[in-house]
């Protein structure tokens, strides 16, 4: 399904705030917003595995709304009131009246939208992976990445729920190394500078064992 590109307007939406991230008020960070659409499905686990994924803080937050249908731009106002100081970019787990799309992202605002609704499916595990796939691609598509070609990236177009399971739950090498530059311009930092724990890893490791003499020559 071709993503939604919405235009961003603030249209006032009454919203309480139930939970903080746990990250250090200095850390820049990636905003995982639920607004309660997504159980049974576990959303920190979903929040841990973008993490995992992106290389970059992503903390989460939890929004209560009043009861009633909301449109697309009213959650884009909502969001934008959520917004921390340290929220790089800001994702929402949604419910939008008459959204058939799955996601939209505003790159004015450096907020994006997932209509989990539309994502949903008796099996949790396939239900929770449609989540996280859609964060994966809004994360790309703000952070200035577009879709790939290639066929197991989750950035690639695709037009039917079954097209959204086969696709990879990760952007394709090429595109991993260009969201951590394009992270990295916006003040995101890595979690993990692989680099150098492998060094320190090798500086850590003892000495391999002398090779034993060669024998004499009979």
């Not at 979903?46 to 992106?54: D, G, K, N, T």
Request: aromatic share 6%.
């Amino acid at each position: 399904m071709k993503t939604r590109l919405a235009l961003a307007c603030f249209c006032g939406m009454a919203f309480a705030l139930v939970s903080a991230p746990a990250r250090a008020a200095d850390v820049k960070s990636i905003a995982l917003v639920d607004a309660g659409y997504a159980a049974p499905c576990n959303v920190e686990g979903i929040r841990a595995q973008v993490e995992h994924y992106l290389n970059v803080p992503v903390t989460l937050r939890t929004i209560k709304t009043p009861k009633g249908d909301r449109t697309e731009k009213e959650w884009y106002d909502a969001l934008q009131k959520t917004r921390t100081s340290n929220d790089v970019l800001v994702i929402g787990l949604v419910a939008v009246t008459n959204l058939t799309t799955h996601q939209g992202f505003v790159p004015q605002i450096a907020t994006g939208i997932v209509n989990v609704p539309a994502l949903r499916t008796n099996d949790t595990v396939a239900f929770e992976k449609r989540i996280l796939r859609l964060v994966m691609r809004d994360a790309a598509f703000l952070a200035g990445l577009s879709p790939s070609l290639d066929p197991l990236c989750v950035t690639r177009q695709y037009k039917t729920l079954a097209d959204l399971d086969n696709l990879g739950m990760n952007y394709f090498p090429p595109y991993q190394i260009t969201f951590a530059k394009n992270a990295a311009s916006l003040g995101l930092k890595p979690v993990h500078d692989f680099k150098a724990e492998m060094l320190k890893r090798r500086a850590a490791k003892p000495p391999a064992p002398p090779a034993p003499p060669t024998p004499p020559a009979k």
